[in-house]
């Protein structure tokens, strides 16, 4: 673990070798041999970051070619410009997706004003300061939610209850 404050003439040096167009690697390597520290790649990252060098738009990820199963080539689309550079192909709006819908319409009941047989398939909460509801209508027996949501909730496979289940107290041996 690398101490949280460097030292003046390591960041100094940082930023010189920095400007010279060095990878952050081999400013690592090069303060490390300078000074007989050992700061990792991360830590050099993280100081330059610190320091305002070194911001996100500077270091682009790699590109990355796909891979296709039969082993072919990935076809380039040709650029409207005519240069033989290849670029990327157009935009094409996706078809909307169909989600399920219940077809009922919530309550939209807060959490301390749900009744005990209220269903509690839950509304909101989904961006930041969104207050989260419940859908509040009348409870399936044995469920936590109103028909349509546990239809909803549950998958073709799912084991259906009519009712609560019952537990007897049995006496140990």
């Not at 419940?134 to 073709?156: D, E, K, N, Q």
Request: glycine share 10%.
């Amino acid at each position: 673990m690398e101490p949280g404050n460097w030292a003046s003439e390591h960041s100094d040096a940082l930023r010189d070798y920095f400007f010279k167009g060095m990878s952050f690697a081999e400013i690592g390597k090069e303060i490390n041999a300078r000074f007989g520290t050992n700061y990792s790649r991360n830590a050099v990252i993280g100081r330059a970051k610190r320091m305002g060098l070194a911001a996100s738009e500077q270091m682009p990820a790699p590109p990355i070619a796909p891979h296709l199963p039969n082993g072919l080539v990935p076809q380039r689309w040709p650029n409207p410009s005519g240069k033989s550079e290849a670029s990327e192909p157009p935009l094409v709006p996706a078809e909307p997706i169909k989600l399920r819908c219940v077809g009922i319409w919530p309550r939209l009941v807060p959490l301390l004003a749900l009744e005990p047989g209220d269903c509690r398939y839950p509304y909101g909460g989904d961006r930041d300061g969104e207050p989260i509801a419940f859908c509040g209508h009348p409870r399936r027996p044995g469920s936590s939610y109103c028909t349509p949501h546990f239809h909803l909730t549950s998958g073709p496979d799912t084991a259906h209850t009519t009712g609560p289940v019952i537990l007897r107290l049995v006496a140990a041996a």
